[in-house]
């Protein structure tokens, strides 16, 4: 079973551009969540999709920041623009509706704002 | 409001030596309680994880956690280490099963020769 993926691995902008990062749950897991950890800092939380409904956005830090998860596969996240501020590694992971207690974590992207 | 800590952002210990991973946490609701670890250039991947019952949790590649709700702590141990343990390792909560991970700022496990 594919587990949990995301791309890029490592995307390099500058200021005021637009990224788009992607995630691809574990197949049939309906409840996707995107995290960060940004320098020196703990991961936090960001926000949480079930199928193709947000259910709790409540760590999106600003309107910079938009998610989407069409059809409740694939998701994408999408800073524009992009700020200094917005440096760091942002993780994807998926859960089961059956056993939710668990998530799986993706391999992460690294973002860098020059 | 949920939190966790990690007591030592570093931790060295020789090549067979026990390992101790130092976890606290608060919540106003039984926690379901996990560590995970990132090795380099790698994803987070879950070592172990305590939900209900036993409060001795086995993971994989040696590693047990331990449960102890007058503590509040979850401390991660292995009693030896290897090389192929170097990694950052993150102890975490959440308050029901769909809950966000409440993740503790981590800790960085080198073994020396």
């Known amino acids: 079973e594919a587990g949990v993926t995301q791309f890029p691995s490592h995307s390099v902008i500058e200021k005021g551009q637009t990224v788009t990062l992607r995630c691809d749950p574990i197949s049939g897991h309906d409840n996707l969540y995107w995290y960060r950890r940004v320098m020196g800092k703990e991961i936090k939380f960001l926000l949480h999709?079930?199928?193709?409904?947000?259910?709790?956005e409540s760590g999106m830090p600003n309107n910079r920041f938009l998610a989407e998860r069409t059809g409740g596969t694939y998701s994408t996240l999408k800073v524009q623009p992009a700020e200094l501020e917005d440096s760091g590694v942002y993780f994807c992971a998926s859960s089961p509706q059956t056993t939710a207690d668990t998530q799986y974590f993706g391999p992460g992207t690294r973002l860098t704002v020059l | 409001a949920q939190s966790v800590t990690q007591l030592g952002s570093h931790v060295s210990v020789s090549e067979g030596a026990l390992v101790l991973l130092r976890c606290n946490y608060s919540s106003s609701v039984p926690p379901y309680l996990f560590w995970y670890v990132q090795y380099p250039n790698q994803g987070l991947q879950l070592l172990l994880k305590y939900t209900t019952g036993a409060t001795l949790v086995k993971g994989i590649n040696g590693f047990e956690a331990e449960f102890k709700k007058s503590e509040t702590s979850f401390h991660l141990t292995k009693p030896s280490a290897h090389m192929s343990d170097a990694a950052e390792y993150f102890c975490?909560?959440?308050?029901?099963?769909?809950?966000?991970?409440?993740f503790g700022p981590g800790t960085s496990l080198s073994v020396i020769p």
């Open positions: 999709f079930v199928k193709e409904s947000k259910q709790d």
């Open positions: 975490a909560l959440t308050g029901t099963s769909y809950d966000k991970v409440i």
